[in-house]
């Protein structure tokens, strides 16, 4: 894959997959990492 060119017609779905993929992850986490601090800042008697 690393010596394909960037130009290659057949790897590009399979990479728009992959960097949909890696945002999808990154949402996530996102989400989790909010969550664990909303919950600590309520259960700290924040709000």
């Known amino acids: 894959v690393l010596?394909?060119?960037d130009d290659d017609h057949v790897m590009k779905p399979a990479k728009a997959l992959?960097?949909?993929s890696?945002?999808?992850l990154f949402a996530?986490?996102?989400?989790?990492?909010?969550?664990?601090?909303v919950g600590r800042a309520l259960?700290?008697?924040?709000?």
């Open 22 to 24: 890696l945002l999808y």
């Open 18 to 20: 992959f960097g949909y």
């Open 28 to 37: 996530i986490f996102a989400i989790y990492l909010a969550d664990c601090v």
């Open 43 to 47: 259960a700290m008697g924040g709000a």
């Open 3 to 5: 010596r394909m060119a």
